[in-house]
């Protein structure tokens, strides 16, 4: 056996069809596209979610939620993954060099999840009121940058 002797399986592939090319094609004339109308025109593409002149299901369904544009948006930090870091001293920048925050200029959060087992001192612009009361009593502190 050799790469010249490969062939695929038998019926795993399928001539494309030609439309037009005579009565013994059985696409013939029309090509399938049946007699006039706005289908059987040269360069007609239908509209995604065209559906005939009826009022597209996209439309026909209601609108729900609101997305505010001035949201704030936080990368959000357990208190279990900031043991990963050995610094007493904890900054963002420090969080984005260990991964655990993929965008820099994103504000941060840190959440509660997990333990702190030794006292460190996070900078971060939020934290939950578990977090920051965990960190306390660890013997650390919760410094908010931004105000």
């Known amino acids: 056996m050799s790469l010249s002797n490969l062939h695929p ?5 399928k001539d494309r069809l030609r439309v037009g090319r005579g009565p013994g094609s059985g696409r013939q004339k029309t090509s399938g596209k049946g007699n006039k109308g706005q289908l059987a025109g040269a360069g007609f593409t239908r ?38 870091i050995a610094k007493a001293e904890i900054t963002p920048e420090d969080l984005l060099a260990a991964g655990l925050v993929r965008k820099s200029g994103l504000k941060i959060k840190i959440l509660a999840r997990g333990e702190v087992t030794s006292a ?13 009361a965990k960190i306390e009593k660890a013997g650390g502190k919760a ?5």
Do not use: C
Not at 9 to 13: F, H, Q
Not at 143 to 147: E, F, K, N, S, Y
């Open 47 to 84: 509209t995604i979610g065209y559906e005939g002149g009826q009022m597209p299901l996209h439309r026909r369904l209601p609108k729900r939620g609101f997305t505010s544009l001035f949201r704030t948006e936080y990368a959000e930090v357990n208190l279990d993954r900031l043991d990963a």
């Open 9 to 13: 399986a038998k019926g795993s592939r």
């Open 143 to 147: 410094v908010l940058i931004g105000r």
């Open 120 to 132: 460190k001192s996070v900078h971060a612009h939020k934290f939950s009121e578990a977090a920051q």
